[in-house]
């Protein structure tokens, strides 16, 4: 994969159906995409045509299928078709829709696979960029036998593992070792149901558009003639004259012997396509469903906002000349022992300060805080942030000795590391907009070592100290 570049269509590709749950028609066109775009749905069928990106952020419901929310509308189902892309190793596509819902079609992704072969996938200038898992993640909800695990490996490679507790749908496990194998081994796997779900998915306004063309439907007990009146009548669909025999009720031949886990599998690798980069990782997932995969997604990209975290960690030599020491800190801040709590300021431009913070253990706090188990209190982290902050705030007047900064608003405060006796804070504060009327908007940033420990935006005030109000 060294090397590998994005990938978009050749040309449009056109698709028409009813949606599964709705039941109403839509025509999905899927569109060339630049390079990072992603994956973004289009509802051409609404006013403005506002679109909706596939991302975690964005799906607000998973029951019996994926949907998407943004910009005030919605998409539904629209796992089959992220899979299709995913699996065809296509990173950027626009998706125009004229409808609520993505087509059902057959219930598999093979017809979206078909019709994007056709059209061709062509590579873009950009890299892919992939995200390796590089240390076990682990999610489960024990009561209902669901478990995941995501390991590292140099590939893309998704086990699944069903049991339904049925004689007809007995445990089955389905395997992709190799992406390139979607194509044949997973996309033309076609969603399933049990006969006697479907009274309850229709009271809750579910699969108004089903039909014995578009699922498997699976029938593991006796349903008396009274029921299945009910159930056609409740569709909308002739009676059946004959009664039902354990298996499959439309007595077609199954295109896997184990089906429904490769279909379970096609969902899974749509529902994680949210995540939003490529993975190289090995997916085991036992008993997966929509909700959980949305869990599982969440839980990877958390860790690929760790890993980026770190990676943005600045390093500064902090043995280097200080642009300012101690005694000129103490020239600018008008904050004396024990509450001054900056050491040097290393870096300071237009827009931005860099200042350290030594931890010792005599800092006076320490003694409360705690006598066996010394933490640095989060508000002293906050107050040698926000004087790291004031020092380039004051350095926008002539007299920064003849004025003072006072806190106004503190937001978005995150702490995220325990700072403690021997560690070495450093704050790094950037202008969120520039200095007006003496008010300073800043983004702060503290570390020690490659870890980032507290973060938070704050909105400070310059003011001219008179002799009738004390300095800070």
Same mark, same amino acid.
């Given at each position: ?307 980026? $975290?770190?990676?943005? !960690? #600045?390093?500064?030599?902090? *043995? /280097?000349?200080?642009?300012?020491? +101690?005694?000129?800190? @103490?020239? =600018? ?59 380039? $705030?004051?350095?926008? !007047? #002539?007299?920064?000795?003849? *004025? /003072?900064?006072?806190?106004?608003? +503190?937001?978005?405060? @995150?702490? =995220? ?56």
């Amino acid at each position: 994969m060294a090397g590998e570049k994005q990938k978009t269509l050749k040309s449009p590709v056109s698709i028409s159906g009813i949606g599964l749950h709705t039941g109403m028609p839509a025509t999905v066109v899927i569109k060339t995409a630049p390079a990072n775009h992603g994956y973004i749905f289009k509802r051409v069928d609404v006013e403005g045509t506002p679109t909706i990106r596939s991302i975690i952020d964005n799906v607000s419901e998973t029951a019996r299928g994926t949907t998407l929310g943004e910009n005030g509308v919605t998409v539904n189902t629209v796992e089959h078709l992220l899979s299709a892309l995913y699996g065809l190793g296509i990173d950027n596509a626009l998706i125009e829709i004229d409808g609520p819902e993505v087509p059902i079609l057959d219930g598999s992704a093979g017809q979206i696979v078909e019709a994007i072969d056709k059209a061709g996938i062509m590579e873009q200038n950009e890299a892919r960029v992939f995200f390796e898992i590089k240390q076990p993640i682990t999610f489960s909800v024990p009561e209902k036998g669901i478990e995941y695990l995501v390991i590292p490996d140099n590939s893309y490679n998704v086990t699944v593992l069903i049991d339904y507790n049925s004689t007809i749908l007995v445990n089955q496990f389905a395997s992709l070792e190799n992406i390139e194998n979607y194509r044949t081994e997973i996309s033309t796997s076609r969603t399933f149901v049990f006969l006697h779900e479907l009274e309850l998915l229709a009271k809750n306004g579910l699969i108004k558009g089903g039909d014995l063309d578009n699922a498997l439907v699976i029938v593991d007990r006796h349903l008396p003639k009274e029921e299945l009146d009910y159930l056609a009548d409740l569709f909308q669909k002739p009676h059946l004259d004959f009664e039902p025999k354990k298996g499959i009720l439309n007595n077609t031949e199954l295109r896997h012997s184990n089906e429904p886990a490769r279909h379970k599998l096609l969902d899974l690798i749509g529902d994680l396509s949210l995540i939003g980069l490529p993975i190289k990782g090995k997916i085991i997932a036992t008993r997966p469903g929509h909700k959980t995969n949305i869990e599982l997604a969440r839980l990877i990209q958390q860790q690929i906002k760790k890993e980026k $975290a770190k990676n943005q !960690v #600045p390093t500064y030599d902090i *043995y /280097a000349k200080p642009l300012l020491d +101690i005694n000129e800190i @103490r020239k =600018r801040l008008p904050h004396r022992y024990p509450f001054l709590l900056v050491d040097k300021i290393l870096e300071m431009k237009d827009t931005y300060v860099v200042g350290l913070k030594n931890v010792t253990v005599n800092e006076g706090f320490f003694v409360g805080h705690f006598p066996d188990e010394p933490v640095m209190p989060g508000v002293l982290q906050i107050e040698a942030m926000a004087q790291t902050g004031g020092i380039m $705030a004051l350095s926008s !007047v #002539p007299d920064p000795q003849n *004025y /003072a900064t006072l806190f106004m608003k +503190i937001d978005n405060v @995150r702490f =995220r590391n325990k700072v403690i006796p021997g560690d070495t804070l450093i704050f790094r504060l950037d202008l969120l907009s520039p200095i007006r009327r003496g008010l300073c908007h800043m983004r702060g940033v503290a570390t020690v070592g490659n870890k980032i420990v507290m973060e938070a935006e704050m909105l400070a005030q310059i003011i001219k100290v008179t002799d009738d109000k004390p300095k800070k």
